[in-house]
């Protein structure tokens, strides 16, 4: 079954400097790997997905995401972070039913809420 | 361009009745998958429509049931309301290339359910 996991129920950064949001992955088969973020009583909002190419995903909002195969991680980052990053983020897999036409679900992360510190 | 919208934005029923979140899919978009987030927890899969069929279901039971109408829009039914079920319902919309799935999913601002 595929899952991912995020370690850090929070993570705090200081303004303007680099922020990392981990996630590991468990797929059998090629990942399809999203970051989306998540502001209060608001839904998801989608900032990058990785399918296949390069292993640096440029996103939404200055985010990028690195695929490691090796260390199944897809870690989220942002190289000055912003008081407004402040949020919950969440890593997700796609789960393909190949069954069904190929129709799919998401499998979320527990979520990381990222504060970033004026 | 309108986003995913959902309606209503907050409802609060009362053990034991009936609730109707309603979902309007992006433009251009033909699948829609409803789910559940509880409280300090991710998003989980209840279930997905397309065609106006149901395609794939989550691990809900049988109280949770949908329905999708010609125009793509969504319907999720909760019946014999529990404490539990108070969360935040997503709905999410895509657009399924038929045995491919390429496209990433699109969610709403989300129904807040509370159940007293």
């Known amino acids: 079954a595929q899952s991912v996991a995020q370690p850090e129920d929070q993570v705090n950064v200081a303004e303007g400097n680099p922020l990392t949001v981990k996630c590991t992955y468990s797929?059998?088969?090629?990942?399809?790997l999203f970051w989306y973020v998540q502001y209060p009583n608001r839904g998801l909002q989608f900032l990058l997905k990785?399918?296949?190419?390069?292993?640096l995903v440029k996103g939404s909002y200055g985010f990028e995401a690195e695929f490691n195969k090796s260390q199944t991680s897809f870690h989220l980052k942002k190289p000055s972070a912003l008081v407004s990053d402040s949020a919950l983020y969440f890593c997700?897999?796609?789960?393909?039913?190949?069954?069904?036409?190929?129709?799919?679900?998401?499998?979320f992360g527990t979520g990381t809420r990222l504060k970033v510190l004026a | 361009d309108a986003g995913v919208t959902q309606s209503p934005t907050h409802l609060i029923k009362t053990r034991g009745q009936q609730v109707t979140l309603r979902c309007s899919p992006k433009?251009?978009?033909?699948?829609v998958s409803w789910y559940q987030q509880a409280l300090g927890q991710g998003p989980q899969f209840i279930f997905q429509?397309?065609?106006?069929?149901?395609?794939q279901r989550g691990n809900f039971p049988d109280r949770f049931s949908g329905h999708q109408f010609p125009n793509y829009s969504s319907e999720l039914n909760v019946n014999a309301l529990l404490l539990g079920d108070s969360a935040l319902y997503l709905c999410?919309?895509?657009?399924?290339?038929?045995?491919?799935?390429?496209?990433?999913?699109?969610f709403g601002p989300g129904t807040r359910l509370t159940v007293t």
């Open positions: 990785y399918i296949t190419g390069d292993n």
């Open positions: 997700a897999v796609r789960d393909i039913d190949y069954t069904t036409s190929g129709t799919y679900k998401y499998i």
């Open positions: 797929v059998s088969g090629n990942p399809y």
């Open positions: 999410a919309s895509s657009f399924l290339l038929s045995g491919q799935g390429a496209h990433e999913q699109y």
């Open positions: 429509y397309y065609e106006e069929e149901e395609r």
């Open positions: 433009s251009g978009h033909d699948t």
